[in-house]
């Protein structure tokens, strides 16, 4: 953003109004319009700048620049660019899951299934850190190089959220292992397993991980809104609330209702459906085999029901073998 604004500012010593106008001149171009809500946060982060510097009498840069609102862009039947904000329902996520699975590169697999769990940011799903009992992003990967954290704008040092029995789980089925990932290689992946397992006609990228995961986490009832909003990265509850907590949607169903297969010790809620997708993808007939009594007899299996009967005092034992 203040790469614009240099651009913007060219030859001139100092910022001046007619480089401000240039800059949002620029941004409010109906035929690549920004969201109003994106474009009035680069004008913070440009009042910011420019107090820093110690500059007075900001607003009279802004004097004659005017941000419209949504409703009225839509009346103007003027299209912005913006990132999506939708969600998948957990049918496509089931799908999603199972295409995942059949990913070879494991650092681009790993990536997926963090943003999945956690809802982060494509760019810091890669520089995840596991510890005994957090999962640790205080990094973001971007143009071949790590840099510090920067979330919505707003500088956050580390976003955490909690290491359980249950992410074990998750991260011994998915081989879950935070690795630096290529970009365009994660990219062309992503946009394959879309397109073989959701259809030709679904456009996503791999921001809807984001907002898929952050919208379901809110409407998980054993998770509290304001460990979502540590999740996420969020210095607020009310971006969470605008875009996460009051999205519609399509499927209202219970999450006993919607787990591809039921496991009564799985947490009702976003993760311990993500769980119950991996483990009707691991064994399809797991269902009929416990019905029989006969579970399966791999090592895998027995591993999971291991980690997921244990108490919580032996979970540090087990440690070393997921991390």
Known sequence: ???????????????????????????????????????RMHKRVVIAFCKWLGLKNIEFYFSNIYIPTNAQLREKGICFKSKNREHLEREQVFKLVQGFLTIEDSRVKSSLFIQLWTGCMLQEACCAEFTESSIIIQYTYKNGQRLPLKTSSIGTNIITSSRDKFFDVYALLTECRPEVVNTKIANAIFQNIVKNYLGNKTKIDRYFLRHTALTWLCKSPMVSIKSVAEMA???????????????????????????????????????????????????????????????????????????????????????????
């Not at 604004?5 to 109004?17: A, P, S």
């Open 1 to 39: 953003m203040l790469k614009k604004l240099v651009y913007h500012i060219g030859d001139n010593d100092n910022i001046r109004e007619s480089s401000i106008h240039s800059m949002f001149k620029n941004l409010l171009n109906p035929d690549k319009h920004l969201s109003p809500t994106t474009i």
């Open 233 to 323: 990265g969020h210095v607020g509850l009310g971006m969470l609330d605008r875009h996460y907590v009051k999205t519609p949607v399509k499927d209202n169903r219970t999450w006993d209702k919607v787990m591809p297969i039921y496991i009564d010790c799985l947490p009702d809620g976003w993760h311990g459906f993500l769980i119950s997708c991996l483990i009707a993808s691991k064994w399809r007939n797991l269902e009929e085999l416990l019905n029989k009594g006969t579970p399966p007899e791999d090592n895998l299996y027995k591993e999971m029901v291991d980690i997921l009967t244990r108490k919580k005092e032996e979970r540090k034992k087990n440690f070393t073998t997921l991390r």
